[in-house]
């Protein structure tokens, strides 16, 4: 006979206080039966094994060859693990359910209310640890100082922990009983839930939970006897005012970004016969036009509390952001077929006369193409190319020094030669390359000439 199985049934009758023939009932046995089974003289037949364990809820290996106590008290440990466990996450999804189904001020007051009540904690702890330094300094400043060193890093380590958890046992429980209880009483309550009009719960707090008609899937939570919420309610006013004029703020730097992009749109129909580039260019310009009113459009009903259609805003930021990538590749693959333009095409033929001085040099970054030629004059004549939108004007330097240099100022000569240029598929090294001097050739005496020479050495 299995002795488990003899004490288990023993333990059976006493934890359910039952008797032998009580239990003999349950079975359809006679009490001797289970006399038998007890005392190990006889063994139950498996059918009555598998309703003893339907009846009580065990296990047929428990019942055999374990100890049914400690099977149920091992069982009740995983139990409250996974009831612990259960309550965390539940605790952690409510959480997360609560603050988003908030509105948007009612997040920022949450927001508020713990950062006061963090910073509140913060005053509490640090007058609490300046207090406790300075009895420990009067209380232990005759002992030797390592010692006090010791004891009073023991007892920093000791407040630190302590109030830590303390602090954070505070703010939990603030937490629950200001949010998270009534809101869990207002999720669960059948009735609220099944109607379809405004859903409304008061808790024994007198705060009302009730469902935003204008955006039924957001809460409003109240608490109009409460001084606290008003003054909570003032500075979430602030804070969402401040909000508001800051996006009001970007919505105007979003309105003039939308007039340039227009303004693009519009220029870029100077470029038209680039093909493919033009094409690419004015997707692109496009797609910045939506995405740019779609965030304009997004500001503006966050700022007059006006409900935004997600579904359709979302829809078209991925098309633009789809016509963006296929403007920019498109762009992109069509500079494949634009050709190197010589500068020499755009350059025009000039010579200036001025008059000789010891200091005069000229201002170029290409000094190997600078050619020396004497010719029987007092003056100097320099003959060069240059950019059709640029010209050479006379400075001084701080030392008195005189020079030519290059300026380009005829903005709309270079405008035009961009769109020239661009709509020939051809790309000008535009830049630093229009402001140098091309086959400069300068005329006069020889000595004249040596001194412009060295001036260019130095």
């Known amino acids: 006979m299995n002795s488990n199985l003899a004490e288990n049934l023993k333990k059976i009758r006493k934890e359910n206080r039952l008797s032998q023939e009580d239990l003999a009932d349950i079975l359809g046995v006679s009490r001797q ?9 006889s063994y139950p037949e498996m059918d009555k094994i598998v309703l003893l364990c339907k009846k009580f809820d065990l296990n047929i290996d428990d019942l055999l060859h374990r100890d049914i106590k400690e099977v149920k008290e091992s069982m009740a440990v995983k139990s409250k693990i996974k009831s612990s466990c259960d309550e965390i996450f539940n605790f952690i999804i409510n959480s997360f359910e609560l603050f988003w189904q908030m509105t948007l001020k009612m997040k920022i007051k949450f927001i508020l209310e713990q950062i006061i009540i963090v910073i509140i904690m913060l005053i509490i702890w640090n007058c609490g640890a300046y207090m406790g330094s300075f009895i420990i300094q009067q209380v232990l400043r005759k002992i030797p100082h390592d010692i006090y060193i010791t004891i009073y890093n ?22 629950k009983v200001r949010y998270y209880n009534a809101y869990v009483s207002f999720a669960n309550n059948e009735n609220a839930l099944e109607s379809k009009a405004s859903l409304e719960f008061k808790d024994s707090r007198n705060i009302n939970y009730k469902q935003n008609m204008t955006r039924p899937n957001k809460i409003v939570i109240e608490n109009k006897n409460s001084s606290d919420d008003n003054f909570f309610d003032l500075l979430t006013n602030i804070v969402v005012g401040t909000i508001k004029l800051i996006g ?27 093909g493919l580039f033009f094409t ?12 740019t009113i779609l965030g304009i459009l997004l500001l503006l009903n966050f700022i007059f509390n006006r409900k935004s259609n997600f579904k359709i805003m979302i829809n078209a930021f991925l098309g633009s952001v789809i016509l963006l990538g296929l403007g920019l590749g498109f762009a992109l693959v069509s500079l494949v077929g634009f050709s190197d333009a010589s500068l020499s095409n755009n350059l025009k033929q000039e010579s200036i006369e001025i008059l000789m ?24 004549r320099i003959e060069y190319k240059i950019d ?24 709309h000569m270079i ?22 001097i091309k086959d400069i050739t300068i005329y006069g005496k020889k000595e004249n000439l040596d001194i412009i020479r060295k001036n260019m050495e130095e």
């Open 154 to 175: 023991v007892f920093s380590s000791l407040y630190l922990i302590l109030g830590l958890i303390f602090n954070i046992i505070i703010i939990f429980k603030l937490y």
């Open 248 to 274: 009001l703020g970007i919505v105007s730097f979003l309105s003039f970004t939308l007039v340039c992009i227009v303004i693009g749109l519009i220029c870029s129909l100077l470029i038209v016969k680039s």
């Open 33 to 41: 039966a289970i006399s038998k089974w007890e005392s190990k003289v």
């Open 388 to 411: 059709k939108a640029c010209k050479i004007e006379n400075r001084v330097r701080s030392n008195g020094n005189l020079y030519l240099k290059p300026f380009c100022e005829d903005k």
């Open 280 to 291: 690419g260019i004015f997707s692109s310009g496009l797609a910045l036009g939506i995405i």
């Open 357 to 380: 001085q010891d200091n005069l040099y000229l201002k170029t970054y290409d000094k190997d193409s600078i050619s020396y030629q004497e010719l029987d004059i007092d003056n100097i």
């Open 415 to 436: 405008i035009k030669e961009l769109i020239d240029s661009l709509n020939n598929k051809e790309i000008y090294n535009f830049g630093d390359n229009m402001h140098i």
